[in-house]
């Protein structure tokens, strides 16, 4: 980040005028990044991350990961047998797409090995199984085997504040992998936190259907529950979807391989394959903590070059966020019952160190 766009980032978060287009509605089309030497951090701040807009990266921006070299045979199809090789004996987490557990699918555990053979199994039947149609979701691979050469993170989201905070502690992480034959899909739902996301496509192609902040409200049932899939009929039903009809389309994305989406914050999305969590004020307290020290240590050596990575206006701008957010807990009443005598440092020594820091950074 440059400090331009860090000045125009910073007007945005302090309300000085700066419009939010794409919030209530959706834009008509996605926009295509097609070369990477020709889009900068500092585009994507402006043109998407700042207004809230999905785009989508063309597969140049993953042409060299591991995943892609090694997942995948010359016809474009999963190396079944590579992935038999390397990982064939571990215990993943599959769900079943055509079961509803609350809004979302029950989950059994089984090695990868016998969901290759299910997967195998499906597809020869025409893809059909009497077991239904299992979509494995939320393997930590990362996680469990972090030499692995399988992805390279891409700049425009080198500030991940929650993967950076599970990384500190060592116990956990929202890397995910996702595989399954077509058919399969997730139901409605926005991101953890309300986050940003990014999702590639290693290999065969995805269906995508994203709403815009606030649309997911006229999608609300009688009883005020968001749907389970918004392609079911039963949204048409005006008694049981009285706001229906006051919700625009959602934007659609065809992803193909290699293809990066970027999901902005708060956009709810259904994910279709084709050819929940909480956290308490102590916990958000040393969560703001974490990634507070990280980025008051790149401001107080000065040791990164701005440019390519997160770079000194960019531990800047998110030191002012951090310090926003965390005034806003400290001054919050319940915040305040919580017994904060164990804490290090203290809120408040905390939020003066971020404001001191601010002020410095801001600095000629």
């Not at 005020?224 to 949204?235: H, I, K, M, R």
């Not at 770079?311 to 965390?326: K, N, P, S």
Request: aromatic content about 14%; overall charge negative; some cysteine.
């Amino acid at each position: 980040m440059d400090r331009e766009t860090r000045a125009l980032a910073d007007s945005h978060f302090r309300g000085l005028g700066v419009d939010v287009p794409g919030v209530g509605q959706a834009p008509g089309r996605v926009a295509f990044v097609s070369e990477p030497g020709a889009f900068s951090y500092a585009d994507f701040v402006r043109g998407f991350l700042l207004p809230n807009l999905p785009c989508v990266f063309s597969s140049a921006f993953t042409q060299g990961w591991g995943s892609r070299r090694r997942w995948v045979t010359p016809a474009g199809r999963p190396d079944f047998d590579h992935l038999l090789r390397t990982y064939g004996d571990v215990v993943v987490p599959v769900a079943n797409c055509g079961v509803q557990e609350y809004n979302s699918n029950p989950k059994e555990h089984m090695t990868l090995r016998d969901y290759i053979t299910y997967w195998k199994e499906y597809i020869q039947a025409g893809y059909s199984s009497p077991r239904g149609c299992l979509y494995l979701k939320d393997w930590h691979l990362c996680r469990d085997f972090p030499v692995e050469d399988v992805f390279t993170l891409p700049v425009y989201f080198s500030s991940d504040w929650l993967n950076e905070f599970w990384d500190a502690l060592d116990v956990d992480d929202y890397r995910f992998v996702y595989a399954g034959p077509a058919g399969s899909w997730s139901p409605f739902h926005a991101d953890i936190f309300r986050s940003f996301s990014w999702s590639v496509n290693v290999c065969g192609r995805k269906k995508w259907l994203l709403f815009p902040p606030g649309q997911e409200e006229a999608l609300r049932d009688r009883h005020g529950n968001l749907p389970y899939d918004v392609t079911s009929p039963a949204l048409c039903d005006t008694h049981l979807h009285p706001r229906n009809q006051l919700a625009g389309p959602p934007l659609e994305i065809t992803q193909e391989a290699g293809e990066m989406v970027f999901v902005p914050s708060g956009w709810h999305h259904q994910v279709i394959m084709r050819s929940c969590s909480g956290i308490n004020f102590e916990e958000f307290y040393h969560f703001l903590k974490v990634i507070a020290e990280k980025r008051l240590l790149v401001l107080r050596e000065a040791a990164a070059e701005d440019g390519a990575g997160l770079g000194f206006e960019q531990a800047a701008f998110d030191v002012g966020r951090i310090t926003e957010v965390l005034a806003s807990l400290v001054a919050h009443p319940d915040f305040q019952r919580v017994d904060t005598s164990a804490f290090s440092p203290q809120p408040k020594e905390l939020l003066q160190q971020l404001r001191e820091a601010v002020d410095a950074a801001a600095a000629p």
